[in-house]
């Protein structure tokens, strides 16, 4: 079984009486649940809450479900969170299914209560598993699969606080140290047995979607190259990473002049990248401005938002000129949904 005690949901629908039924079921079951509205605003409190669970309807004002949806599994922290979409329409349901949303879960509003906790717990299994694993000590095993570096990080830290970490993607190895639940250390190895260490390191670790990862017991003495709470090293490099992105996507792309990228954080994984959007990467790598790409060729815009992207999330952009301006990286606004500059906060967890 899968112990809901503890866990985070945000709850939204546009229809009072559904958000009431679903979140008193949720807290009876010992769930925080934060509740919103609509689209907009439960978006912006998944931003913020990172939480364990989504559950949302599917048509709603500002933003709908499916919009909510995909933003969520294309974020970079909380990509791996479960979202579970509701509706009274089961044709409605299998249609959001056959676009391929990336939904982990569906239900109908008038289902049971035994069948929304059913369907949660099965939404929630894979990263209990691993919490089970870790809580029982010893050497865990895995993929990254469905599952984020900073979800990973933060899974040691409650139920392992003294391991050593390493995860290997397709073209590094990753090895961080943590202790007391403290990131004290990290180190990246290349297959030529170069390596380079700390916060550097962390920023391209936070990019890491696929991949394997080994969790083992460590209480020997590890260098302490890292300061702060695993929060206070992790949010301001989530908070980075997705302003990039927003200056990356859509119409925003537009106006960006040139890209500086560090390319010793991402260079080597150029031969590891698929085309067209290889071509794409090493353009970039060899500073050739993002609208000169758009020029040659316009159909390449969604290859070119992926690329810049993932090298958003792996902290190698290094400068960003925007209509003749330098963005101040540290200064960019998160990216934030479009909405009433009159509406009140939503609620947070109760």
């Known amino acids: 079984g899968v112990r809901l005690e503890g866990r985070r949901a945000v709850v939204v629908d546009d229809d009072p009486a559904v958000v009431w039924f679903l979140s008193g079921l949720l807290r009876t079951s010992g769930v925080e649940v934060?509740?919103?509205?609509?689209?907009?605003?439960?978006?912006?409190?998944?931003?913020?809450?990172?939480?364990?669970?989504?559950?949302?309807?599917?048509?709603?004002?500002?933003?709908?479900g499916f919009s909510l949806c995909r933003d969520i599994k294309?974020?970079?922290?909380?990509?791996?969170?479960?979202?579970i979409l509701l509706s009274?329409?089961?044709?409605?349901?299998?249609?959001?299914?056959?676009?391929?949303?990336?939904?982990?879960?569906?239900?109908?509003?008038?289902?049971?209560?035994?069948?929304?906790?059913?369907?949660?717990?099965?939404?929630?299994?894979?990263?209990?598993?691993?919490?089970?694993?870790?809580?029982?000590?010893?050497?865990?095993?895995?993929?990254?699969?469905?599952?984020?570096?900073?979800?990973l990080l933060e899974i040691a830290r409650r139920h392992q606080p003294d391991s050593r970490i390493v995860v290997r993607d397709s073209v590094y190895l990753y090895e961080l140290e943590m202790r007391g639940g403290r990131l004290m250390c990290?180190?990246?190895?290349?297959?030529?047995?170069?390596?380079?260490?700390?916060?550097?390191?962390?920023?391209?670790?936070?990019?890491?979607?696929?991949?394997?990862?080994?969790?083992?017991?460590?209480?020997?003495?590890?260098?302490?190259d890292l300061t702060g709470s695993l929060e206070e090293l992790l949010k301001p490099r989530i908070r980075r990473a997705r302003a990039?992105?927003?200056?990356?996507?859509?119409?925003?792309?537009?106006?960006?002049?040139?890209?500086?990228?560090?390319?010793?954080?991402?260079?080597a994984y150029l031969d590891a990248t698929p085309e067209p959007a290889r071509a794409l990467f090493a353009r970039l790598l060899e500073g050739v401005s993002p609208s000169v790409i758009l020029d040659d060729n316009p159909k390449q815009r969604f290859f070119l938002?992926?690329?810049?992207?993932?090298?958003?999330?792996?902290?190698?952009?290094?400068?960003?000129?925007?209509?003749g301006q330098v963005v101040d990286l540290d200064e960019v606004p998160a990216p934030e949904p479009v909405g009433s500059a009159d509406e009140s906060p939503p609620p947070l967890f109760t």
């Open 34 to 64: 934060a509740e919103a509205h609509d689209g907009l605003a439960a978006r912006q409190l998944v931003l913020e809450t990172m939480p364990d669970l989504v559950v949302s309807d599917v048509l709603m004002p500002g933003l709908d």
């Open 88 to 151: 009274w329409k089961e044709d409605l349901l299998q249609r959001v299914r056959e676009l391929g949303v990336g939904a982990d879960g569906y239900l109908r509003k008038e289902a049971a209560a035994s069948t929304v906790l059913s369907r949660i717990r099965e939404v929630m299994r894979p990263r209990a598993r691993v919490e089970t694993r870790l809580a029982a000590g010893g050497e865990v095993r895995g993929r990254l699969d469905g599952l984020t570096t900073r979800t």
């Open 305 to 323: 938002e992926q690329v810049l992207a993932d090298i958003a999330r792996r902290g190698a952009v290094v400068e960003v000129v925007r209509a």
């Open 186 to 224: 990290i180190t990246r190895t290349a297959a030529d047995g170069s390596f380079e260490r700390g916060a550097r390191v962390l920023d391209a670790l936070i990019g890491v979607s696929a991949g394997r990862f080994v969790v083992t017991p460590s209480t020997t003495h590890a260098r302490e």
């Open 244 to 267: 990039l992105g927003a200056l990356f996507q859509g119409s925003a792309l537009d106006q960006i002049d040139s890209v500086l990228i560090d390319v010793d954080t991402v260079g």
């Open 74 to 83: 294309g974020d970079v922290a909380v990509r791996d969170v479960p979202v």
